[in-house]
């Protein structure tokens, strides 16, 4: 089991840059595959990034592509996403999650341990 704590979240203005941190404890963060989640208000919780457990691949989804950036330092237990040009639509808060099985993973089922979240907001 590995316990997610999310960090870095804040208020910036659009076109602003944030870098969000992901702290796990627990078992050892390099045998889990990772993604960064959002939900905004009164919508469904969305796909954002992954990266594999070695950090050789990563996806993005289409919203994101070319502005977030994931990475992960095993020696610090602890997965990134850099998220720059920011649009007001960014705004939301930002989960961190950790999938034990084999390979990348989009879908919110597909993950078996949540951090609590941290609030992003981008005004205009």
């Known amino acids: 089991q590995v316990a997610l704590v999310e960090s870095g979240g804040g208020l910036v203005q659009a076109g602003g840059s944030l870098t969000l941190s992901c702290a796990a404890s627990?078992?050892?963060?390099?045998?889990?595959?990772m993604g960064w989640f959002r939900q905004a208000p009164g919508k469904e919780r969305e796909f954002v990034a992954a990266?594999?457990?070695?950090?050789?691949?990563?996806y993005f989804a289409d919203s994101v592509k070319g502005r977030f950036t994931i990475s992960r330092d095993n020696a610090k237990a602890t997965v990134y996403l850099q998220m720059n040009s920011l649009k007001p639509e960014d705004t939301a808060v930002y989960y961190c999650a950790a999938r034990r099985r084999v390979g990348i993973a989009t879908r919110r089922e597909e993950y078996d341990y949540w951090g609590q979240g941290t609030q992003v907001t981008v005004s205009s």
């Open positions: 627990g078992r050892t963060i390099s045998d889990y595959n």
């Open positions: 990266i594999r457990r070695s950090g050789d691949s990563t």
